[in-house]
């Protein structure tokens, strides 16, 4: 994943634009075997290499691939690792997750949301505090988000039952007057806290919220500090995203020229240094091979789904400066995630300070779209092999550090989770994924209005694939740009009509030429409204699919 103003998060040069001015539970299924060596002189393939590895593993031993030259590339474990067994105690309830920007949360309306197979609502009160409730009324179940505010309560719109404060139910139109509503009737609440501009709940219910598990991310406190944050709802399991989030080696490849830092002739292998190892993550550092392998870059790694990337570096004037790439990612279901990304710099380029947010904006949701064809896929076979990703995976120790740091982690806590993919160990879904046949509300309502490559007023189901369905319904300020390049497209183009006509009825050619001269221009700025609007709705499609 590259940054929206970057090459990407981890992988920043002298010539990125906004840096410079110039235990095992039962359900766990465990893939543990007894591990002889055995060794093969060359691989010809990777298929070859999966076959051996299976066959291996039928045989209880373990295969260690090698080159010619005999030096070991792949990330093998040793046996002794492979015997260990370390699991801690988890429970993925007792964790603070990022919900929504605090910007983007609408004030005339509720916003359903998921954290795995939990559906919340999110709403403002009439005194605008951020209240966040069980996505379901007590009375027949229905979801609270297809309902509306009144007077700063949340009503349900099947029945009018009406909810405030601490969940209590305060209106049912049904009883009789002096009839008093049922204690019962009211609503499971969630805990949540707006910190540094995004909002986060805490999903368990019995344990009381831990205010020490509350991210805070110094560089983002710092004053001056300026950040381009955006939201992306993605077709894919918030592993496989922090995965890809975590892979500086794709960069140069997948996102080759989507700005001038990213360049395929600049793949080259990568040194990693793992500094810290803890119950509730990872970090370390990373530098390229041809430059000495320094580690300038910094990556951490925090419990449940926050992964940030830091660097400091001097400007010219000896004033040292900060940047960080901040990645918040929720999981919303069974393959299925939410981004929160967040990129910010204490110093600010031209570049950042002309350009719009929007075009920020959409430059991100077209690297997203650049790897989704392969994450997609990659979610689909974790799915259909129901095996750990040692059984899968061949992870080079020269670009895939990071994503056996992350796998073996999941070993540690993923019989916590609902469902998990470790390096040896998987625990599968329990519950069906839920599919939304007709889903409703807020987000649906909008994207309604917008299909999936970049019409105006033409009806579309909501679809994650659809890049105003994955990013511009949540992103207030991409919203309002669209709605104002489709109003000026508008206004141009009958505005080029009437010029056109003025210009056939009028006698003087030099007034007939003065009116379509206006009316080309009109026609051409209508033009680059269209070509704005289609920047903020239109997938990325790689030339070499195209049809």
């Known amino acids: 994943m590259a940054a929206p103003f970057l090459s990407s998060p981890l992988q920043l040069t002298s010539t990125s634009p906004i840096l410079f001015s110039k235990l095992t539970p039962t359900n766990q299924i465990q893939f543990n075997q007894r591990t002889t060596t055995t060794t093969t002189t060359t691989c010809t393939s990777s298929n070859k290499l999966r076959l051996l590895r299976r066959s291996a593993a039928a045989a209880g031993t373990a295969v260690t691939d090698q080159t010619e030259g005999g030096e070991d590339v792949l990330l093998n474990p040793t046996p002794e690792e492979e015997k260990r067994e370390e699991v ?21 309306a509720p916003l359903g949301l998921t954290v795995f197979d939990r559906q919340i609502v999110l709403y ?37 039952w009406q909810f405030e404060g601490d969940g209590k139910c305060v209106k049912i139109p049904q009883l009789p007057a002096s009839a008093k509503i049922p204690k019962v009737a009211c609503v499971k609440t969630y805990e949540v806290k707006d910190s540094q ?44 995203l922090l995965e890809n989030l975590m892979d500086p080696a794709h960069v140069p490849i997948s996102h080759d020229r989507t700005d001038f830092t990213a360049k395929r002739e600049d793949a080259q292998p990568l040194v990693f240094d793992v500094t810290e190892r803890t119950n509730r993550g990872f970090a370390g550092t990373w530098g390229r091979e041809k430059e000495g392998g320094k580690g300038s870059n910094l990556l951490r790694f925090s419990a449940p789904c926050v992964l940030q990337n830091n660097r400091e570096f001097e400007g010219k004037d000896g ?9 918040l990612c929720r999981p919303t279901g069974q393959g299925k995630s939410m981004l929160i990304v ?3 710099v204490t110093k600010r380029s031209p570049l950042v300070q002309v350009l719009p947010l929007w075009f920020w904006h959409q430059n991100a949701c077209k690297v997203f779209e650049q790897d989704m064809g392969f994450l997609s896929s990659q979610n689909e076979v974790l799915m259909k092999e129901k095996v750990p990703t040692k059984e899968l995976y061949l992870n080079l120790k020269s670009s895939d550090t990071w994503v056996a740091e992350y796998r073996k982690w999941m070993d540690k806590v993923g019989h916590g989770m609902p469902y998990h993919f470790g390096h040896r160990t998987i625990s599968l879904p329990k519950v069906p994924p839920v599919v939304e046949h007709a889903p409703a509300g807020l987000i649906a309502g909008l994207s309604a209005s917008y299909p999936a490559k970049g019409g105006i007023g033409i009806m579309q189901a909501p679809n994650l694939a659809n890049r105003y369905f994955r990013h511009v319904i949540h992103c207030r300020s991409c919203s309002k740009v669209i709605k104002s390049f489709e109003l000026w497209k508008n206004i141009l183009s009958g505005a080029a009509v009437a010029l056109t006509a003025l210009a056939i009825l009028v006698v003087s050619r030099q007034w007939k ?11 051409a700025s209508a033009y680059a409204c269209l070509r704005a609007i289609q920047m903020n709705t239109n997938n990325f499609i790689r030339t070499h699919r195209r049809l």
């Open 319 to 327: 004033v040292k400066n900060y940047f960080s790439g901040l990645f």
């Open 197 to 240: 501009g995004v909002v986060w709940v805490w999903m368990s219910t019995k344990t009381p919220p831990d205010p020490e598990k509350l991210p805070w991310f110094e560089n983002f406190a710092r004053p001056g500090f300026y950040d381009i944050s955006g939201v992306h709802e993605l077709p894919y399991d918030h592993s496989i």
């Open 124 to 160: 403002r009160d009439g005194e605008g505090t951020l209240r966040c409730y069980e996505d379901r009324c007590p009375h027949r179940l229905a979801k609270l988000s297809e309902g509306q505010l009144i007077d700063g309560r949340l009503e349900c719109l099947y029945h009018g």
């Open 513 to 523: 030429a003065v009116l379509l001269g206006s009316a080309a221009l009109c026609s």
């Open 88 to 108: 801690v105690d988890y429970d993925w309830t007792e964790e603070w997750y990022p919900l929504y920007l605090t910007r983007d949360v609408p004030d005339d």
């Open 342 to 344: 967040r990129f910010g």
